[in-house]
């Protein structure tokens, strides 16, 4: 059997292209591995038949659509080896049970096992399965009524009985634990959290701004991503201005909730925008669509309201304008019945909700959106507010005392939110119960029962009403927290989420005196400054700024985010910046002159590819080597040429040497180096008739090739977000002329379409050894701990060796059962052998936290021994048959099956 593993070893490592394995589960349905050649240590991801309910999993049965099959017997009598079968298209499973019977063919019940020989596109254990189909071929899609009408690619968390307050939008799960109440039924999806606030960390941990824990060394290590189910830890790199790059990874959008410094509106695919603001995927629609329910409103009511509060332009195809036009919106408003509520349900935080007395309908403005005229809110939640209205079981304030004077004039529904919300972020989620034992870890709001963790003071972020946590300067600074920073003459000690060159920033300066050209140009210009409970720059709220025009078209330096500004540029340009980058002699952050980029060689590392895309020809060097070479595969062939010490940058290259990238570096925040010389444009009538400038040249813009290299998937046409989300689509053959669709989800994924998000565990490791010719095998095993007996929920391996030392590899670890049991213990244990001679080495013990959470995030970094450790004989375990093993990085034993 060790033969077969060390073919599919080989196989992962030689195949040219990517590699497709696929396998059955311990549920009996298929699976389908993914992985690239090109990262042989990366990226495994294992897309599967998963239904919605697991309690009552049944294989299905497929007819055999194949004629084309042989025996084992006949097989091995054509010197047919294992390696063959997986060449032909075979599962995993029946290469592995071929290879059991090759090992003894003649004391071997198997001699009369099938094996289907399909033929290309099709494969499976009968042959039916494709990955795209022959135009020839009718299909009968299955999937065709999947969500066309869907205004966004929507997948939902269910594992939570949430009420939304309607069926249009559902829960996602990060938006479980995330500070704010969404759902409607008791605050359910906030039960539990508090936990995190006050949960302390070990000396040798970073507490991510959540409450969880990471090992700091991830702090250090440039090539891995943020470990923070928050990314926390991804803003303190930034602010350091580390040496990091960004690699494509599994968890990627994924694994993460909203960033403590961005929008706290989850889009559901890893983006975050403030409330109601605007999803890329639409979500925002989805939110605004609940809000705008009839509920208990008369039907023209109901259309008034929703045009007057511009919450929507448009209701059953009729847009407002049109009601509005025709006057008798106006007329249907008098006849409502006042004090009204609208929305129906609560516009913030789960209990913030809005009324609206009669107006003298003479002094609408219809322009302007219907500022409502009073703010209710659950008192028991905000006591710190002293209510001035009471309407039934409403507590009240009057408009006007939360930012809604009546001079003020408001356009949209979201600048209503933006005025309001400040004056509810103070309030809490839950009533706190027995938390006295833990108050030295806790930072008491003044005039209000709200308590937040200590980690939270001067940190940028007010979480009190009174934002006295980003005044408790002497407190900041007796705190035990190792990270936080003291500018010089000041008292408080800084969060380390708070940039550091705040610290020479100017203190008077005049917030009328920028120029247009330097609003939303990727440079701040100006410190931040809190309004209304959020800070903002000229660097803040730039998704809708164009950035694309006449100041910053074609002017070598890319603007916006995407390139947009920089691409289908046919003039060359002469670049007068100052480009951001690092020295190679000392590794310190610098601003490299333009003229000092000789002969299409900057000697500088990080500079951006776009400013260098006119002086530079795809080439790069190592330190031995005497001139720049054109060799594409260098990298993958030289192992010697090694991030930052030993290559010298040549080039517009996105990936150097171990996968290093240096398009992440013009994203940083605050880049210290300033535009100079650029020849500044006028905004005159002859210019403004060319603006914005059409894109008609048909060229790819560099973002875009890099994107295309990062995504380079076998599978990538086939993943159909209308039909099977985040998933495979597949084409499913049933029977002669039998066709349908059939959705292959990913771990984080499951149901007929991939429509419902899976609890899980997400654990990324990191380990390290002493380089030495070993091929270890690492096996990672998800345990249900109940007192001394041990069950296995799912477990994965990889093979690991000492060049891959210090990458991180990223692993999902299901439960059996969907939900989990909230009242049990879970933890992974982590078993290193010995690959060539399956000799088992040491094994890690990792314990879940907080398995209340829907996903669990961990991270590890694990050092292997140059040899096994010795094994203690104080084992206080009593193994039946088996041997009592302790653990290498805990006082904690289990016993080891033996074998049989």
Same mark, same amino acid.
């Given at each position: 059997m060790l033969k077969f593993f060390y073919i599919i070893f080989f196989l992962s490592i030689s195949n040219g292209l990517q590699s497709l394995f696929y396998d059955t589960d311990s549920f009996g349905f298929d699976c389908l591995h993914y992985f690239s050649s090109k990262s042989s240590f990366f990226g495994i991801v294992k897309y599967c038949i998963r239904p919605n309910n697991d309690k009552n999993l049944t294989v299905i049965h497929f007819f055999n659509v194949s004629g084309q099959y042989v025996t084992f017997n006949e097989l091995y009598h054509l010197n047919v080896t294992s390696y063959d079968i997986l060449l032909w298209s075979s599962s995993i499973d029946v290469a592995e049970q071929y290879q059991y019977y090759l090992d003894q063919p003649f004391q071997s019940n198997l001699s009369n096992e099938t094996f289907f020989n399909c033929t290309r596109p099709w494969f499976g254990s009968r042959c039916q399965y494709s990955l795209k189909r022959n135009e020839d071929e009718f299909l009968q899609n299955s999937l065709e009524m999947a969500s066309t009408d869907n205004i966004f690619q929507r997948t939902c968390y269910i594992l939570l009985e949430c009420d939304r307050g309607g069926p249009s939008i559902c829960l996602d799960w990060r938006e479980i634990c995330n500070g704010r109440i969404d759902c409607l039924n008791n605050g359910i999806d906030e039960i539990g959290c508090f936990n995190l606030e006050i949960n302390e960390c070990n000396d040798n941990e970073y507490r991510c701004h959540n409450g969880l824990c990471i090992p700091k060394i991830f702090l250090e290590i440039e090539s891995v991503e943020a470990q923070c189910f928050d990314r926390s830890d991804e803003i303190i790199k930034i602010n350091r201005l580390l040496r990091f790059y960004y690699r494509p990874h599994l968890f990627e959008s994924q694994e993460y909730v909203c960033r403590p410094d961005e929008g706290q509106f989850t889009c559901g695919d890893g983006q975050c925008v403030e409330d109601f603001g605007q999803c890329k995927n639409n979500r925002h629609l989805v939110l605004t669509q609940s809000f705008s329910i009839q509920g208990n409103l008369s039907y023209s009511c109901w259309i008034a309201m929703v045009c007057l509060s511009k919450i929507m332009n448009k209701i059953e195809n009729i847009t407002c304008d049109q009601f509005i036009q025709s006057s008798a919106i106006i007329e249907d408003f008098k006849n409502c019945t006042f004090p009204l509520e609208f929305p129906a349900i609560p516009v913030l935080f789960g209990h913030v909700r809005f009324l609206y007395g009669p107006k003298e309908i003479d002094y609408i403005n219809t322009t302007s959106a219907l500022k409502p005229d009073y703010v209710c809110y659950d008192e028991q939640l905000c006591d710190f507010l002293t209510p001035t209205f009471r309407h039934k079981n409403f507590t009240c304030l009057h408009g006007n005392e939360t930012g809604l004077d009546s001079n003020v004039e408001l356009t949209t529904w979201k600048s209503i939110i933006d005025l309001v919300k400040p004056y509810f972020i103070g309030c809490i989620t839950q009533r706190y119960q027995n938390i006295s034992s833990h108050f030295s870890s806790l930072y008491h709001c003044k005039n209000s029962s709200k308590y937040i963790s200590k980690y939270r003071i001067v940190d940028g972020m007010p979480d009190c009403f009174l934002k006295d946590d980003e005044q408790a300067f002497e407190l900041s600074c007796v705190l035990n927290q190792t990270l936080r920073f003291r500018c010089p003459n000041e008292k408080q000690c800084r969060s380390p989420l708070v940039l550091p060159n705040i610290c020479s920033r100017p203190t008077d300066i005049s917030y009328e005196e920028i120029l247009f050209y330097q609003i939303c140009d990727r440079i701040a210009d100006l410190p931040l400054i809190l309004i209304n409970g959020q800070n903002h720059s000229d660097e803040t709220d730039c998704e809708h700024w164009q950035c694309n025009n006449i100041y910053t078209r074609c002017d070598g330096f890319r603007n916006c985010l995407d390139g947009k500004d920089e691409e289908n540029c046919t003039q060359s340009i002469l670049l007068n910046h100052f480009f951001f980058c690092t020295s190679p002699q000392n590794y310190a952050q610098m601003c490299l002159p333009a003229g000092e980029i000789i002969n299409g060689t900057a000697d500088c590392f990080g500079a951006s590819s776009d400013e260098f895309q006119y002086s530079q020809t795809n080439k790069f060097h190592c330190w031995n080597d005497t001139k720049c070479t054109d060799n594409e595969d260098l990298c993958n062939e030289n192992q010697d040429c090694l991030e930052y010490d030993n290559y010298q940058f040549c080039v517009d290259r996105p990936q150097l040497c171990n996968g290093y990238s240096f398009d992440n570096l013009i994203n940083m925040r605050d880049i210290p180096c +300033?535009? =100079?010389?650029?020849?500044?444009?006028?905004?005159?009538?002859? &210019?403004?008739?060319?603006?914005?400038?059409?894109?008609?040249?048909?060229?790819?813009?560099?973002?875009?090739?890099?994107?295309? !290299?990062?995504?380079?998937?076998?599978?990538?046409?086939? =993943?159909?977000?209308?039909?099977?989300?985040?998933?495979?689509?597949?084409?499913?053959?049933?029977?002669?002329?039998?066709?349908?669709?059939?959705?292959?989800? %990913?771990?984080?994924?499951?149901?007929?379409?991939?429509?419902?998000?899976?609890?899980?565990?997400?654990?990324?490791?990191?380990?390290?050894?002493?380089?030495? %010719?070993?091929?270890?095998?690492?096996?990672?095993?998800?345990?249900?701990?109940?007192?001394? @007996?041990?069950?296995?929920?799912?477990?994965?391996?990889? @093979?690991?060796?000492?060049?891959?030392?210090? +990458?991180?590899?990223?692993?999902?670890?299901?439960?059996?059962?969907?939900? !989990?049991?909230?009242? !049990?213990?879970?933890? =992974? +244990?982590?078993?290193?052998?010995?690959?060539?001679?399956? &000799?088992?080495?040491?094994?890690?013990?990792?314990?879940?936290?907080?398995?209340?959470?829907?996903?669990? +995030?961990?991270?590890?970094?694990? &050092? =292997? %021994?140059?040899?096994?450790?010795s094994n203690f004989n104080h084992c206080n375990f009593q193994c039946y048959k088996g041997t009592c093993i302790k653990y290498h990085n805990e006082e904690r034993f289990f016993c080891q099956c033996d074998s049989g």
């Amino acid at each position: 059997m060790l033969k077969f593993f060390y073919i599919i070893f080989f196989l992962s490592i030689s195949n040219g292209l990517q590699s497709l394995f696929y396998d059955t589960d311990s549920f009996g349905f298929d699976c389908l591995h993914y992985f690239s050649s090109k990262s042989s240590f990366f990226g495994i991801v294992k897309y599967c038949i998963r239904p919605n309910n697991d309690k009552n999993l049944t294989v299905i049965h497929f007819f055999n659509v194949s004629g084309q099959y042989v025996t084992f017997n006949e097989l091995y009598h054509l010197n047919v080896t294992s390696y063959d079968i997986l060449l032909w298209s075979s599962s995993i499973d029946v290469a592995e049970q071929y290879q059991y019977y090759l090992d003894q063919p003649f004391q071997s019940n198997l001699s009369n096992e099938t094996f289907f020989n399909c033929t290309r596109p099709w494969f499976g254990s009968r042959c039916q399965y494709s990955l795209k189909r022959n135009e020839d071929e009718f299909l009968q899609n299955s999937l065709e009524m999947a969500s066309t009408d869907n205004i966004f690619q929507r997948t939902c968390y269910i594992l939570l009985e949430c009420d939304r307050g309607g069926p249009s939008i559902c829960l996602d799960w990060r938006e479980i634990c995330n500070g704010r109440i969404d759902c409607l039924n008791n605050g359910i999806d906030e039960i539990g959290c508090f936990n995190l606030e006050i949960n302390e960390c070990n000396d040798n941990e970073y507490r991510c701004h959540n409450g969880l824990c990471i090992p700091k060394i991830f702090l250090e290590i440039e090539s891995v991503e943020a470990q923070c189910f928050d990314r926390s830890d991804e803003i303190i790199k930034i602010n350091r201005l580390l040496r990091f790059y960004y690699r494509p990874h599994l968890f990627e959008s994924q694994e993460y909730v909203c960033r403590p410094d961005e929008g706290q509106f989850t889009c559901g695919d890893g983006q975050c925008v403030e409330d109601f603001g605007q999803c890329k995927n639409n979500r925002h629609l989805v939110l605004t669509q609940s809000f705008s329910i009839q509920g208990n409103l008369s039907y023209s009511c109901w259309i008034a309201m929703v045009c007057l509060s511009k919450i929507m332009n448009k209701i059953e195809n009729i847009t407002c304008d049109q009601f509005i036009q025709s006057s008798a919106i106006i007329e249907d408003f008098k006849n409502c019945t006042f004090p009204l509520e609208f929305p129906a349900i609560p516009v913030l935080f789960g209990h913030v909700r809005f009324l609206y007395g009669p107006k003298e309908i003479d002094y609408i403005n219809t322009t302007s959106a219907l500022k409502p005229d009073y703010v209710c809110y659950d008192e028991q939640l905000c006591d710190f507010l002293t209510p001035t209205f009471r309407h039934k079981n409403f507590t009240c304030l009057h408009g006007n005392e939360t930012g809604l004077d009546s001079n003020v004039e408001l356009t949209t529904w979201k600048s209503i939110i933006d005025l309001v919300k400040p004056y509810f972020i103070g309030c809490i989620t839950q009533r706190y119960q027995n938390i006295s034992s833990h108050f030295s870890s806790l930072y008491h709001c003044k005039n209000s029962s709200k308590y937040i963790s200590k980690y939270r003071i001067v940190d940028g972020m007010p979480d009190c009403f009174l934002k006295d946590d980003e005044q408790a300067f002497e407190l900041s600074c007796v705190l035990n927290q190792t990270l936080r920073f003291r500018c010089p003459n000041e008292k408080q000690c800084r969060s380390p989420l708070v940039l550091p060159n705040i610290c020479s920033r100017p203190t008077d300066i005049s917030y009328e005196e920028i120029l247009f050209y330097q609003i939303c140009d990727r440079i701040a210009d100006l410190p931040l400054i809190l309004i209304n409970g959020q800070n903002h720059s000229d660097e803040t709220d730039c998704e809708h700024w164009q950035c694309n025009n006449i100041y910053t078209r074609c002017d070598g330096f890319r603007n916006c985010l995407d390139g947009k500004d920089e691409e289908n540029c046919t003039q060359s340009i002469l670049l007068n910046h100052f480009f951001f980058c690092t020295s190679p002699q000392n590794y310190a952050q610098m601003c490299l002159p333009a003229g000092e980029i000789i002969n299409g060689t900057a000697d500088c590392f990080g500079a951006s590819s776009d400013e260098f895309q006119y002086s530079q020809t795809n080439k790069f060097h190592c330190w031995n080597d005497t001139k720049c070479t054109d060799n594409e595969d260098l990298c993958n062939e030289n192992q010697d040429c090694l991030e930052y010490d030993n290559y010298q940058f040549c080039v517009d290259r996105p990936q150097l040497c171990n996968g290093y990238s240096f398009d992440n570096l013009i994203n940083m925040r605050d880049i210290p180096c +300033r535009i =100079i010389n650029t020849a500044y444009k006028s905004f005159l009538l002859d &210019t403004a008739l060319f603006y914005p400038i059409s894109q008609t040249i048909p060229t790819n813009s560099i973002k875009n090739q890099i994107t295309d !290299k990062k995504t380079e998937l076998l599978i990538k046409n086939s =993943i159909q977000s209308n039909v099977c989300n985040y998933g495979l689509h597949m084409y499913h053959r049933l029977g002669v002329g039998n066709y349908s669709s059939l959705c292959f989800c %990913p771990p984080n994924y499951y149901g007929d379409q991939c429509q419902y998000q899976n609890q899980r565990v997400s654990l990324t490791l990191v380990l390290a050894t002493v380089d030495q %010719p070993i091929v270890y095998a690492i096996i990672v095993t998800l345990m249900e701990d109940d007192n001394d @007996t041990q069950g296995i929920h799912s477990y994965d391996q990889f @093979t690991y060796e000492s060049k891959y030392c210090g +990458r991180s590899v990223d692993i999902y670890l299901l439960y059996s059962t969907r939900g !989990k049991y909230n009242s !049990k213990k879970y933890s =992974i +244990r982590i078993d290193a052998f010995d690959k060539s001679s399956v &000799t088992y080495l040491l094994s890690w013990h990792l314990s879940i936290p907080f398995i209340f959470l829907p996903v669990n +995030r961990l991270s590890a970094f694990l &050092t =292997i %021994p140059i040899s096994r450790p010795s094994n203690f004989n104080h084992c206080n375990f009593q193994c039946y048959k088996g041997t009592c093993i302790k653990y290498h990085n805990e006082e904690r034993f289990f016993c080891q099956c033996d074998s049989g």
